[in-house]
């Protein structure tokens, strides 16, 4: 019965997958879903700067993208994006992200000034933030991520982030802080072969660039973490299949809960101001801090972490692409997410 479910479960998100490719509505995602605190960055360089564009919160209140940012016949909210098009300075993955914006479209306010960040209840000054901790609630779908890879080997071939919570970089640091890390980086990652991919999440050590100890510790949720190259099987969740998850920071901790409806219910608690990890055990190589002296923002959307830069490791898998939309799209060099609910919002106590 177990194998049963499962492949009635393949077969609907696969049909769910074709509905996607196919479908559009006329309607931009702002009508649908509350975008009024968010801009987005999209892989296009429309104003030849050789960046990717970033829209305003203002200007994404009328925003779509045919191929990249758009609703889906169903009203979903689909992100796509190609393994090679336009990046930003600090990465070398394309993106379709939404980046969560306090301060709305209130320009008086710097992007990374505190008007438009949270932060930890713990940190100095933290009652100068547009707000103390935040939730983040998200329900989607992963339509496919890249099939293919230079390196299979490297962690983040055939893998997207599909939420973060990202630190903001200050240009000199002397405190600990500042390093423009991430705490949370909720990754989807399926190889080609298997019928079903993983959910996990990792948490960076908030070190320096330079620091040999700065990698990201990962956490299984459903199927592997991404150390395990195994097939998950129907522990996993397969291409087209829903699930959910909750990122709440509440005061100094980071509470995580992720849901599907056949694996059920996972959680997790991560102190954002110790080296505790998600375990309770301490991580004598962190931070001693955590992330307590940082300007935090959620991010939402699609980042294809199949780059097309060589070098292995933990990044870089030189995975193929044209920069030609349709030609990636029919050789599968791109990773797409269709969103049924994004909201974003103040913390939640938690007892």
């Known amino acids: 019965m177990k194998q049963i479910l499962f492949a009635t479960v393949c077969t609907l998100a696969a049909m769910s ?17 509350d975008l009024s605190e968010w801009n987005i960055t999209v892989p296009v360089d429309t ?10 919160v ?13 609703l889906d016949e169903n009203g979903g909210m689909v992100f796509a994006a190609p393994n090679k098009a336009a990046t930003t300075a600090n990465s070398s993955n394309t993106r379709s992200e939404l980046r969560h914006m306090l301060r709305g479209t209130n320009t008086k306010f710097k992007t990374s000034g505190p008007k438009n960040n949270f932060a930890v209840e713990a940190r100095k000054g933290s009652d100068e933030f547009a707000r103390i901790g935040g939730r983040l609630d998200a329900t989607l779908k992963v339509d496919h991520v890249a099939k ?19 630190a903001v970089k200050y240009d000199k640091t002397s405190s600990g802080f500042g390093y423009g890390n991430e705490p949370i980086k909720i990754y989807y990652k399926k190889f080609p072969g298997h019928e079903t991919g993983s959910v996990f999440w990792n948490y960076e050590r908030n070190l320096a660039k330079d620091d040999p100890n700065r990698t990201d510790i990962s956490y299984a949720v459903f199927g592997n973490n991404w150390s395990n ?19 709440n920071v509440y005061k100094n901790m980071m509470y995580l809960t992720f849901s599907n409806e056949r694996l059920g219910t996972k959680t997790f608690t991560k102190s954002l101001v110790s080296q505790h990890d998600a ?36 990044w ?22 269709t969103f049924s609910k994004l909201t974003v919002g103040p913390a939640t106590p938690v007892e």
């Open 279 to 314: 375990y309770g055990e301490i991580d004598p190589l962190d931070n001693k801090y955590s992330y307590g002296g940082d300007s935090l923002y959620f991010k939402a959307g699609i980042y294809n972490q199949c780059s097309t830069k060589k070098g292995g490791g933990n």
């Open 58 to 70: 203002k200007k994404l209140k009328k925003y779509a993208h045919p191929d990249f940012f758009y």
């Open 229 to 247: 190259s195994d097939d998950p099987g129907d522990q996993g969740i397969a291409i087209g299949e829903e699930f959910s998850y909750t990122i």
């Open 47 to 56: 104003n030849k700067d050789k960046k990717p564009d970033t829209v305003t």
């Open 316 to 337: 870089y898998a030189g995975c193929p692409g044209t920069g030609d939309w349709a030609t990636d799209k029919a050789n599968g060099d791109y990773a797409q997410a």
């Open 148 to 166: 293919r890879a230079g390196d299979a080997s490297t962690k983040a071939a055939y893998s997207a982030v599909i939420g973060q919570i990202h």
């Open 17 to 33: 997958v074709g509905m996607v490719a196919t479908g559009k509505s006329d309607t931009v995602p702002a009508e649908v879903f």
